[in-house]
């Protein structure tokens, strides 16, 4: 099953198109099944539903892993057993009666307006890192798009006339992003430092450079919108994905539908989008005392 194991990691890249991180997530859940079957002695083409069942009360119990872990676990197996009734491996798919188990809801945390206003309102300065930081906030929050998604933008993905971003997203999948114009005049002021500063050198494609010309990486970005946040006074620690978030909740309070919320967002199921589906429980107390009859 090793080799078998090593084609499935390829499938799931090649043939079914998942993120790399799915891909990677996915591999590690089904080495470690696989070496739970070897220590039991038991093959896992044969292996029957009882027996999946015990393994993943064997990572709940004995593991300590909670529920979202469990899930991701879960849907591993459902994937790798369907690969392997697809390359005739598998007589039966013992995961076909399968239930998930529930995961919990959680309301995303995001920044109030106020907060927002502080951090776009906050000046940058000259110092490159600063405006590098306050485009990526300002474009973050405009878009909803992810960080790595930010980072991978090249001049190129962007339409300045029209205002969109041309975004490659989970599993290389295109989607084009409405984005303002004040976004863009903070990309704008973004470029013009990036000029000065590297000229005509040879730097990389990507639109966010480090100080040697390369593309900026994550963890740069990160500690950057951090201090960034931290100067401009917001309490929150900000975080590049808080951005998406706070993206997708003022909208959704804003009256933007579920729908065009979801398309922004590059979320293949609405079920996703739905958790920002939340209700300010402030609105709740100020619809109750405006239209309730006994007053």
Not at 94 to 101: E, G, K, Q
Not at 263 to 278: D, R
Request: glycine share 8%; aromatic share 10%; net charge positive.
């Amino acid at each position: 099953m090793r080799p078998l194991a090593a084609d499935f990691s390829r499938h799931l890249g090649m043939e079914r198109g998942l993120a790399i991180n799915t891909c990677l997530a996915y591999s590690g859940d089904t080495d470690a099944f696989l070496a739970y079957c070897e220590g039991r002695k038991t093959d896992p083409a044969l292996a029957e539903a009882p027996f999946l069942e015990a393994y993943l009360w064997h990572l709940k119990k004995v593991g300590g892993l909670g529920a979202a872990s469990i899930y991701r676990k879960t849907e591993a197996l459902r994937a790798f057993y369907r690969y392997l009734r697809l390359e005739g491996k598998a007589a039966k798919d013992p995961t076909a009666n399968f239930r998930a188990p529930k995961l919990p809801r959680k309301v995303p945390r995001f920044l109030d307006k106020r907060d927002m206003e502080k951090l776009l309102g906050y000046p940058a300065g000259d110092a490159f890192a600063k405006v590098r930081a306050a485009a990526a906030i300002e474009l973050l929050y405009a878009s909803g798009i992810r960080v790595s998604e930010l980072l991978g933008l090249r001049l190129e993905s962007v339409n300045f006339q029209q205002g969109w971003l041309r975004v490659f997203g989970k599993g290389s999948k295109e989607r084009m992003v409405p984005v303002n114009a004040a976004a863009l005049s903070r990309l704008k002021d973004y470029l013009s430092s990036r000029q000065q500063k590297f000229g005509g050198q040879d730097v990389a494609d990507e639109l966010f450079l480090n100080r040697d010309g390369k593309k900026l990486s994550r963890v740069t970005m990160w500690k950057d919108i951090v201090t960034f946040g931290r100067e401009a006074g917001v309490e929150i620690k900000p975080h590049p994905h808080l951005f998406r978030h706070t993206f997708a909740s003022h909208l959704v309070q804003g009256g933007a539908d579920l729908r065009s919320v979801q398309e922004m967002l590059g979320h293949a199921s609405l079920n996703t989008t739905q958790i920002y589906a939340h209700i300010d429980k402030g609105d709740i107390k100020r619809a109750h005392e405006k239209y309730h009859p006994d007053k």
